[in-house]
């Protein structure tokens, strides 16, 4: 039957244990969330940041928050200022930091308070290999991430970096809640499919939220 009112509501679906993804959960403020990247791209751009092992990495990073999170020759850190422009980083604004507590508190994660946020930038072919988010100091909190644009596979695996991996599409919208027992899963993103999407062109986005310090 033609349904003029097919948008639908956010769902949940669990992953793991605890972990969560809330379906189109940030669909209606992605606009605002867009324009918001592109106001924090302006004073710190994103960069095809090089790891400790000399690799220029596929995905395009820049932060905003107190902290911020990036590699260079030295190692991977969260620091206050942005190596590339020797800036702060911009200030978390108001829309991310609420939407992070909120959703973290939906998952069940109550007092969630980022203050860290790593913006990824996709482009077609561009992934991130499995790797655990372990440079926080409080591995109680957990981290919320936000999928904006073209969509993505998502592999979430074990303990280990050779466990079986189940693989899921992250969409426009999607917000992923993770912490609690499987907060030190591997975790990755296969390589970027070519596409155009409405809001983002060619590329996909992925916001995820931190507590770097206690
Ligand atoms: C991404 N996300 O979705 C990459 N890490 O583009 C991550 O690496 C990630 O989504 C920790 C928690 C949630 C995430
Ligand atoms: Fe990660």
Known sequence: MLDLFSEEAPWSEPLAE???????????????????????????????RITPGGHRMSVAMTNCGDFGWSTDS?????????????HRWPGMPELFRQMATIC?????????????CLINRYEPGAKLTLHQDKDEQDLTQPIVSVSLGLPAVFQFGGFE??????????????????GGPSRLCYHGILPLKPGLHPLTGAFRYNLTFRRAFR
Do not use: C
């Open 161 to 178: 970096r050779g466990d079986a991996t189940q693989r899921v599409l992250l969409e426009h919208g999607d917000i992923v809640v993770w």
């Open 74 to 86: 030295r190692g991977y850190q969260y620091s206050e200022r942005d190596s590339m422009t020797g």
């Open 18 to 48: 605890g972990a969560v993804i809330l379906r189109r959960r940030a669909r209606d403020e992605a606009n605002t969330l867009m324009a918001l990247v592109t106001e924090i791209a302006a004073k710190n751009p994103f960069y095809h």
């Open 104 to 116: 973290a508190a939906e998952a069940g994660f109550t007092h969630f308070t980022p203050d860290a």
